[in-house]
């Protein structure tokens, strides 16, 4: 039995590199659609958004000279990319998906609204939302959380590559401590880097939970919908 029946499973771009310093691993990507797989056979509705730092990163960008909005535009594009290529490897695994655009982009992708994502998930399809907000200065953390509300999904499932949220970055600090449960209040005022302050007061205010959990060892998506104690829950 799954504890949470929809879900919106944010992703990052970065993760998508696996071994490599850049783009998409093919085998990280299988990776990725077998676990979705599994998760989706036991009956979850899956939305996604994924980041596209892989590829290009808008801050980055504006650091090194372009401009704020259209470095923001290049990473929408980038998330595109990522988009397409997820929904190739889970229809080779034999599932429905979809990939939504937060911009009129047809053919490459359906124009997104939460009726049809709705209707593509009452189906039976894995939808994949990319392209962000569709606006500058909106990070896709913020567009995760934006679309697990649209969407009215049981909690937002934040993959990393870490299993959970700690006292201090564990990959620098071998005493850091990793927390199994945060309120809302608690992660904001001991200033712990979960999301952006906009997806964080998102979900708070409208009381969508965040499970921050490692995505990269497969099987963890399957126990974290189960409602096995991996990663970190933040609620209020």
């Known amino acids: 039995m799954s504890k949470y029946k929809r879900i919106l499973l944010k992703l990052s771009g970065e993760s998508l590199m696996g071994k490599s310093a850049y783009g998409i691993d093919p085998e990280m990507l299988e990776q990725y659609a077998r676990d979705i797989s599994e998760t989706r ?50 229809e080779n695994a034999g599932i429905k998906a979809k990939t939504l655009t937060s911009i009129c982009m047809e053919p490459v992708g359906e124009h997104y609204s939460s009726s049809k994502a709705m209707e593509y998930l009452e189906a039976g399809y894995v939808i994949i939302v990319a392209g962000g907000t569709g606006n500058p200065y909106f990070t896709t953390d913020s567009a995760s959380a934006l679309r697990g509300i649209e969407l009215k999904t ?18 620098k600090d071998p005493t ?9 209040d608690e992660a904001f005022s001991k200033g712990l880097k979960i999301m952006d302050l906009t997806a964080f007061a998102l979900c708070k205010e409208n009381a969508l939970p965040i499970l921050v959990f490692d995505m990269n060892t497969p099987g963890n998506l399957r126990k974290a919908v189960a409602g096995e104690a991996i990663g970190t829950l933040i609620e209020r």
């Open 176 to 184: 850091a401590v990793k927390y199994q449960n945060l309120t809302f």
């Open 154 to 171: 049981d909690v937002l499932l934040k993959g990393t590559r870490v299993d959970g949220v700690y006292t201090a970055d564990p990959e």
């Open 41 to 90: 056979d036991q009956g979850v509705q899956i939305a996604i958004v994924i980041g596209g730092g892989n590829i290009f990163r808008g801050m980055t960008g504006a650091g090194k000279g372009f401009d704020r909005i259209k470095g923001d535009n290049m990473g929408m594009l980038a998330t595109v990319i990522n988009s397409i290529a997820l929904q190739s490897a889970l």
